[in-house]
């Protein structure tokens, strides 16, 4: 089974409001402050900064909608629990969290050389950090832990909505010249495109509420992904050094993605085109640019012009499912051999193809068997699941239909206590060498196959709880 949690979607502010509504505020502004620049001396021992979990309040401008920039009246934040954080990293017990929160101003002055050896002026560092405090807040969502996760097909119908589909349809219609223009340059696909930008942040109405660059030099000082948030730190820096973008539209997720497509600030640096060339890349709300930057990190990303992400399959009785495996890369003429056939009445169109066999609800549900494409669409955001939404929905998109078969929806998802006890008894029967926590990864699945193998069931990797159930002897 595909259990999703937070961590699967991090590059999405809709995805992660959807399982985790805390993580983000539709509709929320970023408040930027007028007070002066930060000295770059080191602050004294008293100057420590107040811990928050909320962001300055703007005044309340009008709603307006795209391709104008849209800034609302901002959700206030809840506060930082002050508890360890769950992961049990050293760097995110309360101690260590309250220690680097006190020396935050220094950590920030700190990254001044750095600063400099990209090209940012010291005017622009001081007037850009003057008024950052670390958002606290952002330690509890970077660590939690939810008791339950989202079935795939839960999951695909929160995403993938009438609604939604109707709305991409008229983005589509309406910037159809662009779109045409980005296909014949980078040869992406333009549903995947508009399939990226509406689960992404609903077509630019939902980007998240927090300053980027506040969350990333709370993340680069606070925490334990310290080193590989002070290079998106640094990179937002740059953005705003260079023109590209104002503070006030420079805000988005907890983790720092922004933009309608949801770019962090290192994709910015290497993915951002300026296609209607006004001078500045513009993800946020200028759309010949939010299209062509998303497309040209698909290219670079390996995105095979002209082919599709995947195909729905029907598996036959008694398959061999250790066979659905991402490095199992077999030509579809290969796959037929072994019983696989297209769902629905359409021929496979190409049998050189080759493609891996992804089985998201186990063997009572769904196969389908994913080309290259779908590995690109991956490298935007890991999680398979997202990846399924992405390709369905653009497909739903073109005028395809639903999935034909039906996900096994009488199944019970897993509550992480669950997942964990799961987990333990595989350990204890020797199928699982890991450290027991709750997160059905790539070696759960392998231990929870060899332990279907070894009582007759189909290895299919699901974790259900008729599995659970056999594993505890009932």
């Not at 006190?102 to 850009?128: E, L």
């Not at 890369?329 to 019983?339: K, M, P, R, S, V």
């Not at 669409?377 to 997202?386: G, L, Q, V, W």
Request: with cysteine; glycine share 10%; net charge positive.
């Amino acid at each position: 089974m595909i259990a999703l949690k937070p961590s699967d979607v991090a590059g999405g502010a809709l995805v992660l409001a959807l399982l985790l509504p805390e993580l983000v505020s539709p509709n929320a502004a970023f408040g930027q402050s007028s007070s002066g620049g930060r000295p770059l001396m080191l602050p004294s021992a008293q100057s420590a900064p107040q811990y928050t979990g909320s962001i300055p309040q703007p005044a309340s401008p009008p709603r307006i909608t795209m391709p104008q920039r849209r800034y609302a009246q901002a959700t206030p934040a809840k506060e930082w629990s002050g508890e360890d954080g769950a992961s049990g990293h050293p760097l995110m017990t309360s101690d260590a969290i309250r220690q680097a929160a006190a020396n935050f101003d220094n950590c920030v002055a700190s990254m001044w050389p750095a600063a400099a050896k990209r090209g940012i002026s010291q005017d622009s560092f001081q007037r850009f950090t003057a008024d950052l405090q670390p958002d606290l807040r952002i330690m509890d969502l970077m660590d939690q832990q939810p008791e339950f996760t989202k079935s795939v097909w839960d999951y695909l119908d929160v995403l993938v909505t009438d609604a939604r589909i109707a709305r991409g349809r008229e983005i589509l219609a309406k910037n159809a010249a662009t779109f045409a223009a980005v296909e014949k340059t980078y040869g992406v696909d333009r549903y995947i495109i508009a399939a990226i930008w509406g689960i992404e942040s609903n077509y630019g109405t939902q980007g998240g509420d927090r300053s980027v660059l506040n969350s990333t030099a709370t993340l680069a000082c606070i925490g334990r992904r310290q080193n590989y948030f002070r290079d998106e730190f640094l990179a937002a820096l740059e953005i705003l050094h260079h023109g590209d973008l104002t503070p006030q539209q420079l805000r988005g997720s907890w983790a720092g993605a922004f933009g309608a497509t949801q770019f962090m600030p290192t994709a910015f640096k290497r993915f951002a085109v300026d296609f209607d060339h006004d001078g500045k890349r513009n993800v946020v709300d200028d759309v010949p640019d939010i299209i062509a930057s998303t497309a040209m990190k698909f290219k670079k990303d390996g995105w095979q012009p002209g082919q599709t992400w995947g195909y729905e399959v029907v598996v036959p009785q008694g398959f061999n499912f250790l066979l659905a495996d991402r490095a199992r890369n077999y030509t579809i003429a290969q796959w037929e051999q072994l019983g696989i056939r297209r769902a629905g009445t359409k021929p496979f169109p190409r049998n050189t193809d080759k493609a891996f066999l992804l089985m998201p609800a186990g063997a009572d549900g769904p196969g389908f068997l994913m080309l290259g494409n779908f590995r690109a669409i991956m490298r935007y955001n890991p999680s398979e699941a997202y990846a399924l939404a992405i390709g369905h929905f653009a497909d739903r998109l073109r005028g395809g239909q639903p999935f034909v078969q039906q996900w096994p929806r009488g199944e019970r998802v897993l509550s992480r206590d669950e997942r964990l006890e799961l987990q333990q008894l595989l350990a204890q029967r020797g199928f699982y060498k890991g450290e027991p926590d709750g997160n059905l990864g790539g070696d759960t699945r392998k231990a929870l196959r060899s332990f279907q193998v070894s009582v007759g069931a189909p290895a299919d990797g699901y974790a259900s709880s008729g599995v659970l159930d056999r594993l505890r002897g009932r």
